[in-house]
């Protein structure tokens, strides 16, 4: 009795799961291209760092106006 398969011991099921196989590759494909197009709009550490950069610069500024701004007016109301 010869106890090797030659028919690959699937049972005819190899066509429906290759052809399951290939249409997941095709949606994962797809779901890769719209990360591809997503990843495209991300923030980079350099953007990042030039955007905290402006913040905290605009930040100092506005501390510091305010702080002049409340001298004078200190100035002005107990000068």
Do not use: C
């Not at 066509?15 to 990843?39: C, G, Y």
């Amino acid at each position: 009795m010869d106890t090797t398969r030659n028919d690959g011991g699937d049972g005819g099921s190899l066509e429906p799961r290759v052809a399951r196989l290939e249409s997941d590759v095709m949606q994962i494909k797809i779901e890769l291209t719209k990360l591809t197009t997503r990843s495209e709009e991300f923030a980079t550490k350099g953007d990042l760092h030039k955007e905290i950069s402006a913040q905290t610069k605009w930040l100092a500024a506005t501390i510091i106006g305010t702080a002049g701004l409340a001298l004078a007016v200190a100035r002005y109301l107990f000068g």
